[in-house]
């Protein structure tokens, strides 16, 4: 059954916010309480959706909150399915984990020369060049956004369209995370704070610019 594009709306709010309050929704999209909980009913009917355990609030009644499903999460593209997997583990046979783990890193390596070009004619501020970053990786379908810490700033990834590459091969994600430490290398230090792989909703890093003198 097709989706409306409020129900998208919805289903992409849940998956770059998580759980949410259909009053929080409604605002947020601009449409009514009962709109919003009408589409939500619609949605956990074909299972993209469910009710969490209730929230209990200062004051007033307890809310419940909605959030994505399995079957919700895997709406969202991913770019790596089953022939993937099948190549990750003729790959494997045929050359063993080191033989994997070089191949990743061939390829981490053609995209660190891809995401230099990119950075490089972005402004020089480093909150320029986060932004470009996280831009790239929206582009490539990781939903990423970058919000600003009081010491630093947040690259968020809240979809990840290898997550089935990843979870037979984690090399991928440590190749990422060593993309990022590479590209901010003397000017920023980088922390992964979140990890889907990890049982988190999405992954996280952290970047703190380096101090000088």
């Not at 409306?4 to 998956?15: A, G, T």
């Not at 009408?38 to 959706?49: A, D, M, R």
């Not at 046979?93 to 390829?107: A, T």
């Amino acid at each position: 059954m097709d989706l409306s594009k409020s129900q998208l709306l919805i289903l992409q709010r849940l998956k770059m916010r998580g759980p949410q309050s259909v009053k929080i929704l409604a605002k947020q999209l601009d449409m009514t309480t009962m709109g919003a909980r009408q589409h939500l009913t619609e949605l956990l009917h074909q299972g993209y959706v469910s009710q969490t355990q209730e929230a209990r609030q200062n004051r007033g009644r307890p809310v419940h909150l909605w959030k994505l499903t399995k079957t919700g999460h895997q709406h969202f593209p991913d770019g790596h399915g089953l022939v993937t997997l099948e190549l990750i583990e003729v790959i494997r046979l045929g050359y063993g984990e080191d033989g994997l783990n070089q191949i990743i890193d061939q390829r981490n390596s053609k995209f660190e020369e891809l995401y230099r070009q990119r950075l490089d004619a972005c402004p020089d501020t480093l909150t320029d060049r986060i932004h470009c970053l996280a831009t790239l990786r929206s582009e490539e379908g990781y939903m990423a956004e970058m919000r600003l810490l009081p010491d630093g700033w947040l690259l968020i990834e809240h979809h990840c369209p290898i997550v089935a590459a990843a979870q037979q091969c984690q090399q991928f994600c440590r190749s990422e995370f060593t993309l990022f430490q590479q590209l901010f290398t003397g000017t920023a230090q980088i922390e992964r704070v979140d990890h889907l792989l990890s049982g988190a909703r999405r992954c996280a890093y952290k970047i703190t610019p380096l101090t000088t003198g």
